[in-house]
């Protein structure tokens, strides 16, 4: 097979199937509701009122390895992982209009 042409079949199946980026195609919401503050404004304050997120992860993406690797590389005695899923958290619902 001619390369020029087994390059456009690759960029056509390329576009006929969702990226990792693009995500499943979600109902939007309608909009981030007015009377949630930004995640920095929260997370700024001297005292937080917090509740419990359980969640799993994929252990193929070894998250916690990393999360330790960035903690030491930085010379970081604390890590607050809670801060972090807060606010990825956060800015993947509001993309999204919740």
């Known amino acids: 097979m ?36 930004e995640a920095a404004v929260v997370l700024n304050q001297r005292i937080i009122a917090r509740e419990s997120l359980d969640s799993s992860v994929p252990a193929a993406l070894k998250l916690k390895k990393r999360i330790k690797r960035f903690a030491l590389d930085n010379e970081l005695d604390h890590l607050p992982i809670g801060d972090i899923v807060s606010v990825a958290l956060d800015e993947w619902l509001t993309t999204r209009g919740f």
């Open 2 to 37: 001619r390369d020029d042409v087994r390059d456009l079949r690759y960029e056509q199946d390329a576009r006929a199937q969702p990226t990792a980026s693009e995500g499943t195609p979600w109902t939007h919401g309608p909009g981030r509701p007015t009377n949630i503050p």
